[in-house]
Each structure stands twice: as C-alpha cells, then as structure tokens.
C-alpha cells in the first residue's frame, strides 16, 4: 500500500510542474534552418525564424560531429554563432573551419522563459564545404 501511495504521490508531483525531460524535436523543426552559400570560400549565411511556438530564446551553434557518427550528429566541438533579427528571423553568417575528422553543421536551440517548459531543439544536414 506505501508503494502504491507514493507512485501517486510521485506522478501528481511530476506533472504538477509541468516539468520537460527532452527539448521537442524533428524534421519539421530542422526544416526551419535555411543555409546560404556566399560568393566567400567556407563562409555561409543562415536564416532561422527567431521565435518557434512561444519559445523566443534563440542559441544558434556551429557544431562539428564526427565523421563515423553513422548518421548520428552530436557536437564534439562548436561555436556559438552571432545574428541579428530581422522581419522575425535570426540571420547571420558563419565561416566553416574544414577538420580533417569532423563535419560541420548548425545545431539551433529555441529557449522557453520558464523553467519547466519544453524547449526546441533542430540540425541542419551536415554543410558542405568546398574541399570536402
């Protein structure tokens, strides 16, 4: 009886504050990073709308996964990207460092401004560079 009272204790604790385990994410959140070649070698523009349902903290990270991830991208390097926002999208440009090892490609994260929400999480397809 004790174990049964608190697993309910513990689940109505749980979704009293409202609380987010995994960010939302998926290919119609990756489909809204937009990435631009530039007539400069290696360097790139994106355009990324700057608010995605109610979250309007928006981290935009060049990230470099390695090359036998097996389709699998994870950050074992990056670098937080600048941009401006303008009409409603965050734009900005970036300059791809070529790493014999690694693929390049953007890594976005929209915030939510309370804790306990779920935030956004999206990848570009790995970028390709000119030498590559």
Known sequence: MKFVITLISLFCISTSVWSCTFPMSGEKYNKQI??????????YKFIIPSEMEGLDELEVNLG?????????KFMQESLKLDFKV???????????VQKETLLPFLHVMWWPETAGLCGVVASSDIIDVSNS
């Open 34 to 43: 937009e990435i631009i070649s530039t007539k400069d070698t290696d360097v």
């Open 64 to 72: 470099y996964s390695p090359k036998n991830a097996e389709g699998f």
């Open 86 to 96: 303008i009409d409603g999208n965050a734009v900005g440009t970036f300059t791809v």
